[in-house]
Every structure is written in C-alpha cells, then in structure tokens.
C-alpha cells in the first residue's frame, strides 16, 4: 500500500487529530533502542570481523603485489643475468672459432712443411737413385763397350790381348778418346799396343 491509500483509510476511520506519519512516542523510543542496539551491536561484534578480513585482505594484496615485484625483479635479474651469460658464450664462441681458424691454419702449415720436407726428402732420393742408377749404367755400358773394343782391337790387331790390365787401360783409352770426341775435342788417343 502506498502513504496516500494509508492517508485515505485513516481519515475515513475517523480519527482527525492523529496524525498518521507520527508513530507514537512509545514506539519511537523502542524503535530507536533497537536501533541504537543495532548499530552498537554492529561496532562490537560485527565492524571488528569485517575490519580484521578487510585487514587480512589488504594484506594478502599488499604480500601479493609485494611477492609479485619480488618475482619480478627477481626476473628481472635473472633476465639480466641470462643476457651476460649469453653475450659471454658468444664471445667464448667467438674466441673458440677464432682459435681453431688459427689451429687450422697452423696445422694446415705444418702439414704443407711436412708435405714440403717429404717432397725434398723424395727428390733427393729420386736424385741419389737416378745418379746411382747412371753410374751403374754407365759403368754398364763403359764394359759393353770395353769388350766390344777388345775384340775389334783383337781382330784387327790380330792376336789376343791377354792381360787384363791390357785390356782395361785399351778401354779406358778408348772411352777417354769417345768422350773426348763427344765434347768437340776431336783427337783421339792412338790405340795402345800390347806389351808397350
């Protein structure tokens, strides 16, 4: 019901000099001592609750945000922390690579060396061989052709040389008179009789 249709049904029970918004005194004193105990009730028992969860509440935020900024700097410094260690790998990269281009290098020198001193160690066998293998044949032909002059000297000469001393100065002599004539000399030593 609204305040009018309240107004309305007080006015036709007949009661004039009441006045309907007015409750009596004695309702509005026990109204205003429960209200009073209400409201006294509120502050002892209740405000004290509801202050101690807002407190315990401000404080779990306030540890949150706390505990959140301490993470977060904590982060932070692990971050930085992480970034040193990265920038230190890559320089220790750097100076690994930089150290092994340089091994490189010197093992690649050393080994060109070693190729080197066994390229001259080879040569020089390869020389030793080939001088030893023209003095045998040298030596080879020298009594190849020793033996072919022999026995053209003996078949002009007509008898046998028979010393072997003979025989190996004719050659020598013969040789000497081939090389000589090799050269452009052009003398050629006369040949050597036997016994004289």
């Known amino acids: 019901m609204s305040a009018t ?3 309305i049904a007080a006015a036709e029970s007949g009661h004039s000099d009441e006045n309907v918004l ?3 005194l004695s309702e509005l004193l026990i109204g205003t001592l429960s209200f009073a105990l209400l409201v006294a009730f509120f502050f002892w028992k209740i405000r004290p609750q509801i202050a101690r969860t807002y407190a315990q509440r401000t404080e779990r935020i306030e540890g949150g945000l706390a505990r959140a900024e301490a993470a977060q700097r904590e982060a932070q410094a692990l971050l930085e922390q992480y970034r040193a260690q990265l920038a230190e790998a890559r320089t220790e ?3 690994i690579r930089e150290e092994a281009h340089s091994e ?3 093992i690649t020198e050393e080994l060109r060396a070693a190729a080197q001193r066994e390229i001259a160690e080879i040569k020089a066998r390869a020389d030793a061989q ?3 293998d023209r003095a045998q044949i040298v030596a080879q032909v ?5 033996e072919i002059a022999v026995d053209l000297a003996s078949k ?3 008898f046998q040389l028979e010393s072997s001393a003979t025989q190996n100065r004719l050659i020598d002599d013969f040789i000497a008179a081939l090389d000589n004539s090799a050269e452009g000399v052009g003398t050629v030593a006369a040949p050597v009789r036997p016994g004289g």
Request: aromatic content about 0%.
């Open 130 to 132: 080939l001088a030893a």
């Open 156 to 158: 002009i000469v007509g």
């Open 104 to 106: 490189g290098r010197q």
């Open 22 to 24: 007015i409750p009596p």
């Open 142 to 146: 020298r009594r190849e052709v020793g």
């Open 5 to 7: 249709s309240i107004l």
């Open 93 to 95: 990269a750097a100076r």
